[in-house]
């Protein structure tokens, strides 16, 4: 399998996911989305990030496993190209830790308290004083992905920044104690599309909240999920006006229908008065049941052969961890650490 | 090369050494001296702690690369054999860290905090708030390095002991999760003879004081550090009463001269009154060069070819590094880590 970007001045972009659960239309919007469109003129990675999975999750083992190759469905349903991005697992790529335990030399235990993403996951988690080590150190570990790749550009969420800024921290650090630019800094972009609500209306699409809609949903699970969809709770007859705000199906619309002009209209109509919330879902339904059918699809053809999603696992992983090989290589000749 | 101890029976012993600096009687009384013995009753791996001698110096990488073949040039003086013994190097042994990565989930922050002997090492280290991650989590790398090769029995210092418990509790809480005993606990075993004070009559013979012998040692350094043995500075004339408690001259020569009854006869004239200091240091200066003298001629036999040391270390490192895989594997199946 050849990559057409592997041209040596192409920028390296680096995304992941951790596979803890199959993808929802919130990881279309936020992230797959653009992966799909990055292919074509990164140098593009996606990495299957089942160790840092695990910084939380020992307690079931077997969702991360499970979840390695659904995830990795997902990938190739929405169109990431196995030609165009290498995707990789984790866990399979030794180097990753190696470099892990180098950074954490490189970073104190007060500024990874102090790092707000951390600490914000923390809080989320409700770990309080018994958070597992892995879990304080995962910007470490963070960092050891993005450099390995030598990665200068990584998609995030808004609230994943101080995430990069320790991964430079770290990057500057080593590079001025090595005395020469081994590692790469990376810049962050993020989406302009913000993140989806859940169907319920709540900020967040969570798996744990019941309040997706999958990539790979059923035409009758899709059906069920728009019906149950959060809109106006003071728009109780069709000739009242209704608002948009906290709209769940008019956000939904704003983010999937391709026809905007139809969505301004529909909008004029329902603030207006006279459109009842079962038009508007009628339309969402129809805009999410054609977009995902041929995702869906995809999905069930590739699920058929799972030997074949491992070898381009297999593959992809091999030639992620030639690269981090050699930037491993670089950073233990920098840490006196070469000797044969 | 063969080793004649590797029978499956055969229990494991694990030590090593954080290669900063050349080793001296200090570590003779204290370890290696039990380490020629112990390669004769058990399988045993002796590490080069590279990797965590860097948790705490980042700013001396040249330090540790260095002292790696002077350490294992003091590890062949003393007769530690590499065909009974396995020498490995640390940091070539990547497997190491990719256990330490999964075992920082297996600990809490607070418990690494509460680890005693972590506190007094970040005390004597003046870190306080700006301990590097990596020396907060040391303990999880000495799990590491203990489980990987399935030691049994690991000698350390009365001040190690928590570092053993903390290892222990990672294994048994591995080992639940796992549901069957895949890692192996370890059994601390302390040497009878307790720490060698330094020639000053510090507690602590430490290369930063400046108050070791070093097993390289020429004659002359031997005969200088002898003349500045602590006694007893009650001691004034000949003819005064000596006292023995914290006399250095005396704890030498109790660790090192085969001659027990000489050194009785020599203890009960001197406390009685009428042996002077000189005569002492003369018995104890003759004591250490006639241990010294082959040490010393043996490394610098080995000195010579170097080619061969880094043979006998890559060798002993490929030797661990394929058990040290074997457990790897098993952990990371254990972990559902396994794919392919």
């Known amino acids: 399998m050849t990559q057409p970007t592997a041209n040596p001045s192409t920028p390296i972009i680096l995304t992941g996911d951790r596979p803890t659960g199959p993808l929802h239309l919130g990881h279309f919007v936020g992230s797959l989305r653009n992966r799909v469109a990055y292919q074509d003129t990164y140098r593009q990675f996606v990495m299957l990030a089942d160790s840092q999975a695990l910084t939380d999750n020992m307690d079931d083992i077997g969702k991360v496993h499970r979840n390695v190759v659904e995830v990795a469905l997902d990938y190739l349903a929405v169109g990431i190209d196995p030609a165009k991005t290498t995707i990789l697992i984790q866990s399979q790529i030794p180097e990753l830790t190696e470099l892990t335990f180098y950074y954490l030399n490189l970073v104190t235990v007060a500024r990874l308290e102090r790092n707000p993403t951390v600490k914000q996951e923390i809080i989320l988690r409700g770990f309080e004083r018994d958070i597992p080590a892995g879990f304080l150190t995962y910007p470490a570990s963070q960092a050891a992905d993005i450099t390995a790749f030598k990665a200068s550009v990584v998609p995030v969420g808004e609230d994943q920044i101080p995430m990069i800024e320790q991964c430079n921290e770290i990057v500057r650090k080593f590079n001025r104690n090595a005395g020469r630019d081994i590692l790469v800094e990376c810049k962050a972009i993020v989406p302009e599309v913000g993140r989806l609500p859940g169907t319920d209306g709540k900020a967040k699409m969570s798996k744990s909240l019941g309040n997706t809609i999958n990539l790979g949903a059923s035409a009758d699970e899709i059906r069920a999920a728009v019906k149950m969809v959060y809109t106006d709770p003071l728009h109780l007859k069709v000739s009242d006006p209704g608002h948009l705000e906290g709209n769940v199906a008019f956000i939904y619309l704003d983010a999937f229908d391709p026809d905007k002009e139809g969505v301004a209209a529909m909008k004029e109509h329902y603030t207006r008065g ?13 805009v999410l049941q054609e977009m995902l059918a041929p995702i869906r699809a995809r999905r069930e053809e590739f699920a058929k052969d799972r030997g074949q999603v491992l070898q381009i696992l297999k593959e992809g992983t091999a030639r992620a961890r030639e690269i981090a090989a050699v930037t491993t ?12």
Chains 1, 2 share one sequence.
């Open 329 to 340: 290589d670089e950073v233990k000749k920098a840490l006196g650490l070469s000797y044969f």
């Open 274 to 286: 006279g459109l009842g919330d079962s038009v508007v879902k009628k339309r969402l339904e129809g």
